[in-house]
């Protein structure tokens, strides 16, 4: 089977997604991609689906926080948009997903929004609401573990 030539070939764009998560949720790569296909698949229907084709190009989750890269085709960025807007959870826990950047090449994107996707995380103990508790701390934001689950907090709620 010869290859296509240049002018006929697919043209990619590759967006560059922040995932944060709770510290202890389970998320893994196909679960994400299973995700993605699901949303993209309701939102823009079967064919609207199939010309985003939307394909999960790197994925990494550490401590709740990440980064992945998700390719679509050139011509439909905004459908690729929308339908990652509309994953809200992946295998029952809860996920946040923002899109840093759109770039033409996974190393471009990659260097340019996705410098370090894992920030550092340190756990300590806290006062909150009373209580001595187990906290992650990353970027400012603090992660709570209460007995009834995770809770979001900030630095001044635990001081």
């Known amino acids: 089977m010869k290859h296509l030539p240049k002018h006929l070939q697919p043209r990619w764009r590759y967006l560059a997604v922040a995932i944060e998560t709770w510290p202890d949720a389970g998320v893994g790569r196909r679960a994400f991609q299973r995700e993605l296909w699901y949303a ?3 939102l823009l229907g079967d064919p609207g689906s199939a010309d ?3 394909r999960l190009m790197r994925f990494e ?3 709740g926080s990440g980064g992945a890269i998700v390719r679509a085709r050139r011509g439909e960025v905004d459908a690729a948009r929308a339908a990652i807007a509309c994953v809200d959870e992946v295998d029952d826990h809860p996920v946040g997903l923002r899109i840093s950047g759109v770039s033409g090449s996974v190393a471009a994107c990659s260097e340019s929004y996705l410098g370090d996707p894992a920030p550092i995380s340190t ?3 806290v006062a909150f609401d009373g209580a001595e508790l187990s906290a992650r701390r990353r ?3 603090v992660d709570v573990d209460t007995p009834t689950g995770w809770v979001g907090a900030t630095v001044h709620d635990t001081e």
Do not use: P, T, W, Y
């Open 40 to 42: 993209g698949q309701n």
């Open 61 to 63: 989750l550490e401590d």
């Open 139 to 141: 970027n400012g934001a």
């Open 123 to 125: 756990q300590r103990e």
């Open 52 to 54: 985003a084709d939307l």
